[in-house]
């Protein structure tokens, strides 16, 4: 065992220079794109999946786009931006339950990595507002219109409130990204962390300090009431991260609503 209960879920090489969550980063690929393609195929002709998996699967999907996509994402958009949004679910939802296999650890549980899903999102959302709106109302969605009742006051909203909303609103849209980011490697980062320590103290040696056998029992109890938890917080951020998106997608696209 490491010296350290951190070492469990910190990244550290594997292959020469590839590192655990490089590798599992590719393996949460490949699970997430291989369920995709045999639902495509077997929904391509109409016929409905079959067996408790797969409509598993399909009512997952569903649920994304009739509670979260559609609500939040107005128009046509929200089935035009689905597959990204589906992908991105599935995709953080794989990575945070790796962390609940043995030996193996949640690539979000990695700051480097949530960074750089959230930059994705952040030029998806900001690309394809460019893309709909076009560049000058893309800048003005950030410029408020005030209006006032004399020359002063106008003048006033002018020169002062309206350039700092226009900053505050600039710093706003990054600031939505990096909480995308952290929220998600803070949680899975802190809940592996606490089971991790909590499962130390069940195999530490009591004759060097460590907890006897009644304590070893109440760790592992209390090792397994975290493992449902850490289970219900992978779905959970993997949920909260898709609805962000989607709010955050909405505002930009539409932001006259």
Request: net charge neutral.
């Amino acid at each position: 065992m490491a010296h350290s209960p951190i070492d469990h879920v910190v990244d550290h090489a594997w292959i020469g220079p590839i590192t655990k969550y490089q590798v599992l980063l590719v393996v949460a690929a490949v699970v997430v794109a291989v369920p995709f393609v045999l639902l495509a195929r077997k929904v391509k002709d109409g016929t409905p999946p079959r067996g408790p998996l797969w409509n598993f699967f399909e009512s997952l999907l569903l649920y994304i786009r009739d509670e979260v996509v559609r609500p939040n994402i107005h128009g046509h958009d929200a089935d035009k931006f689905l597959p990204f949004l589906w992908t991105l679910f599935l995709f953080i939802l794989t990575c945070n339950l790796l962390g609940m296999v043995p030996f193996l650890g949640s690539p979000t549980a990695d700051i480097s990595v949530t960074i750089v899903l959230a930059a994705v999102v952040f030029l998806v959302i900001h690309v394809s507002a460019i893309i709909k709106n076009g560049v000058g109302p893309y800048v003005k969605s950030f410029i408020p219109h005030l209006e006032a009742d004399n020359l002063p006051m106008k003048l006033f909203l002018m020169v002062l409130i309206v350039p700092l909303i226009t900053v505050i609103e600039v710093m706003g849209a990054v600031i939505r990204g990096a909480v995308l980011a952290i929220r998600l490697f803070a949680n899975i980062f802190a809940g592996h962390v606490a089971l991790a320590v909590i499962v130390s103290f069940s195999v530490a040696d009591a004759t060097i300090g460590g907890m006897s056998a009644g304590g070893t029992v109440a760790a592992v109890v209390m090792g397994t009431a975290l493992s449902m938890l850490e289970l219900f917080v992978a779905f959970l951020q993997a949920f909260v991260f898709v609805l962000l998106t989607s709010i955050f997608l909405g505002m930009q696209l539409h932001p006259e609503h």
